[in-house]
């Protein structure tokens, strides 16, 4: 397998930014993997502490 390469959505920062990288990643290998949802998860709470 290739080397994967997550693309950084303008003004990501800090965690969020690592679990948008990660996601992205875990989307293009296996969409249906397990930890997807975690990822969603942990994700949605950095984007709403950041709004806090």
Known sequence: ?????AMKPPG???SQS???????VT???DGHHPCL???RECLAETEKNART
């Open 1 to 5: 397998m290739g080397h994967l390469q």
């Open 12 to 14: 990501a920062q800090g």
């Open 18 to 24: 690592t679990y948008t990288d990660l996601l992205s």
């Open 27 to 29: 989307e293009e290998i």
């Open 37 to 39: 949802a975690l990822v």
